[in-house]
């Protein structure tokens, strides 16, 4: 089941999100087979991160909320919010 995750940064977070981008990075990449898509989201100068924005497949909403808790970020305190709603993918016709 394809599940979105839209975060929101804390303001004045960006040192927390270069802190833990590493370690991000390495959840994202051991969990690879199940994304669709994933990036930060950016301000409006186009340049500053402000969250992130992750698609990805999961079981069910026990574990997109585990996905969600155990990300590195959230870990650290990087996000104010998690916005956890589950989708089904019209476009791009597959």
């Avoid at 087979?33 to 924005?53: C, K, M, R, W």
């Avoid at 574990?63 to 709603?85: C, H, M, R, T, W």
């Amino acid at each position: 089941m394809l599940f979105t995750f839209i975060c929101t940064d804390k303001a004045d977070s960006l040192q927390i999100r270069k802190d833990a981008r590493p370690a991000h990075i390495e959840y994202l990449d051991a969990h690879v087979d199940q994304l669709i898509y994933g990036g930060p989201l950016f301000g409006a100068d186009n340049e500053t991160p402000i969250g992130s924005l992750i698609i990805a497949e999961v079981d069910d909403r026990e574990a997109a909320e585990k996905f969600a808790d155990d990300d590195p970020y959230n870990q650290a305190g990087l996000f104010e919010s998690v916005v956890i709603s589950s989708s089904r993918q019209v476009y791009p016709k597959g």
